[in-house]
C-alpha cells in the first residue's frame, strides 16, 4: 500500500543550488501533478503530465522543470534555488480526469 | 482563477453543523473537495460534477449549482476527527488541473 511516495521528506538548500525532488506511485495512474503549498495560499498547480513522455505547466511554473519517463515516476528539478521557492511540495497522481488525487506526503523544502 | 472560500474559519462543539462555501468567477467541469490535517497530505472527501448533482458521504455531504459557479460542503452532527483545513479544488476544463482555494479551517472541541 504505497501509493504515492515523496523523497526527501526535509530538505534545506542554499539559495542558487539545484535539486530533484523524487515522486513516484504504484497504482498506474496516468495523470501527476506537483503543488506547491504556501501559508495562507493554499495549493497551487505547478507542473502536470498525462502519461510518460507528456508534461506541461501549471499556475506557477517558472523556476522548475519536470520529465515523466515511466508511468510510476515525476520528478519536479529545481534549477536555480531561490528563497522564494521555500515551500511544502505535494505530489499527487490519479487514473484520469474527474477522479480523486491521492497525495504524497509532501516535502518540506527551505531555501536560506 | 482561484475560487473563493468562505468562511476562513470556524469553531464548532461536537455535534452541531457547519457548511463551508466555494466559489468560482469561471465556468467549472468539477468541483473536489479535501481535508488536511495539519503537517499531513491533503486527503480526497469528494467530486461534484457538472450537472448540479450532490453526493454524501457518511454525515459529510456536497452540492454544486452548476449556474452560480458554487459548490457547499455541509458537515452534519460534527465530530472531534472532523477538525483540518477544508479546500476546495476547481477544474475548468475536465483534465484534473485544479485550483485550490485558500481553505477552511475548522475546529471541533469537546
Known amino acids: 500500500n504505497a501509493g504515492v511516495t515523496q523523497t526527501p521528506k526535509f530538505q534545506v538548500l542554499k539559495t542558487g543550488q539545484s535539486m530533484t525532488l523524487q515522486c513516484a506511485q504504484d497504482?498506474?495512474?496516468?495523470?501527476m501533478s506537483w503543488y506547491r503549498q504556501d501559508p495562507g495560499m493554499g495549493l497551487r498547480l505547478i507542473h502536470y503530465?498525462?502519461?510518460?513522455?507528456?508534461?506541461d505547466q501549471g499556475e506557477v511554473p517558472n523556476g522548475y522543470n519536470v520529465s515523466r519517463s515511466t508511468t510510476e515516476d515525476f520528478p519536479l528539478r529545481l534549477l536555480s534555488a531561490a528563497p522564494s521557492q521555500t515551500s511544502v511540495y505535494f505530489c499527487?497522481?490519479?487514473?484520469?480526469?474527474?477522479?480523486?488525487?491521492?497525495f504524497g506526503d509532501g516535502t518540506r523544502l527551505s531555501i536560506l | 482563477q482561484q475560487p473563493v472560500q468562505s468562511p476562513q474559519a470556524v469553531i464548532l462543539r461536537e455535534g452541531e453543523d457547519a457548511v463551508i462555501n466555494c466559489s468560482s468567477s469561471?465556468?467549472?467541469?468539477?468541483v473536489h473537495w479535501y481535508r488536511q490535517k495539519h503537517g499531513e497530505a491533503p486527503v480526497f472527501l469528494m467530486i461534484?460534477?457538472?450537472?448540479?448533482e450532490q453526493k454524501g458521504h457518511d454525515k459529510i455531504s456536497a452540492s454544486f449549482n452548476e449556474k452560480k459557479q458554487q459548490s457547499s460542503l455541509y458537515l452534519t452532527a460534527s465530530q472531534l476527527s472532523y477538525s483540518g483545513t477544508y479546500f476546495c479544488?476547481?477544474?475548468?476544463?475536465?483534465?484534473?488541473?485544479?485550483?485550490f482555494g485558500t481553505g477552511t479551517r475548522l475546529t471541533v472541541i469537546p
Open positions: 479544488g476547481t477544474d475548468q476544463t475536465g483534465a484534473n488541473n485544479l485550483f
Open positions: 499527487a497522481s490519479g487514473p484520469y480526469s474527474n477522479q480523486p488525487q491521492h
Open positions: 503530465s498525462v502519461g510518460a513522455g507528456i508534461t
Open positions: 461534484l460534477l457538472k450537472g448540479g
Open positions: 469561471k465556468a467549472l467541469y468539477s
Open positions: 497504482m498506474n495512474h496516468e495523470y
